[in-house]
């Protein structure tokens, strides 16, 4: 079945530094790839997604690009705030229909 | 519009006890789920409903049984809660197919003792 491989961390940066954070896939054809955010003591919401290849998502200055070549899906940010401090997850379809299956989550502390 | 919603918000339990955690969702989706997160293994799928009226197993089902009472509420169940069910519960729901956005209630938060 379709699997997602991603950092454990944690990741601890500066404020303003750049931010990259490594997924990497496994699945049968070109599923459809996210990444969610974890703020502490929340549930998960979705930040960007891609649907197809080459395709590249973005939403509050994070981006990924979705790389059929490599199978990956890496999440970047070019100047991260205290305010990104949280738990990011890769995420694709399960093989399923219905199902989604989730990395191990990559815990990110930014600090002043 | 409040979302996914979910009670309790924290539980502890004692190594036997029963309890039922509740979900619900006013975004008319089709999909719900159960999910637990534990340090280091991130969300595993414990049960999920494709439509009303249907249930699944998910990758960790033991020791829980769920119920879809409507389309709206999606409840799960330990029957005799043991400290290997310690942990984060999520509740969430999706349109319906597998490339569809999920969203997530606040969690509930199991200390089994």
């Known amino acids: 079945g379709n699997s997602v491989t991603q950092m454990e961390g944690p990741v601890t940066l500066s404020e303003e530094a750049f931010l990259t954070i490594n997924c990497t896939y496994t699945?049968?054809?070109?599923?459809?790839l996210f990444w969610y955010v974890q703020y502490p003591g929340e549930g998960l919401q979705l930040l960007l997604k891609?649907?197809?290849?080459?395709d590249k998502g973005s939403n509050k200055g994070f981006e990924a690009t979705y790389r059929k070549e490599t199978t990956s899906f890496h999440l970047e940010k070019g100047s991260v705030q205290v305010s990104d401090s949280a738990v990011y997850f890769c995420?694709?379809?399960?093989?399923?229909?219905?199902?989604?299956?989730f990395g191990i989550g990559t815990k990110l502390q930014v600090i002043p | 519009n409040a979302g996914v919603t979910q009670t309790p918000k924290f539980q502890v339990l004692k190594t036997g006890q029963s309890m039922t955690l509740q979900c619900a969702q006013d975004m008319n989706h089709n999909s719900m789920y159960w999910y637990r997160q534990d340090p280091g293994m991130g969300l595993r799928l414990i049960y999920y409903?494709?439509?009303?009226?249907?249930?699944d197993k998910g990758e960790v089902p033991n020791g829980y049984n769920v119920s879809r009472l409507n389309k709206r509420e999606f409840s799960l169940r330990l029957e005799s809660a043991a400290p290997s069910q310690t942990s984060v519960y999520f509740c969430?729901?999706?349109?319906?197919?597998?490339?569809?956005?999920?969203?997530f209630g606040p969690g509930t938060r199991l200390t089994v003792l």
């Open positions: 891609a649907t197809k290849a080459d």
């Open positions: 995420a694709l379809p399960a093989g399923g229909y219905q199902k989604v299956t």
């Open positions: 699945a049968t054809g070109y599923p459809s």
């Open positions: 969430a729901s999706s349109e319906g197919q597998g490339y569809n956005e999920q969203f």
């Open positions: 409903s494709a439509s009303e009226g249907t249930t």
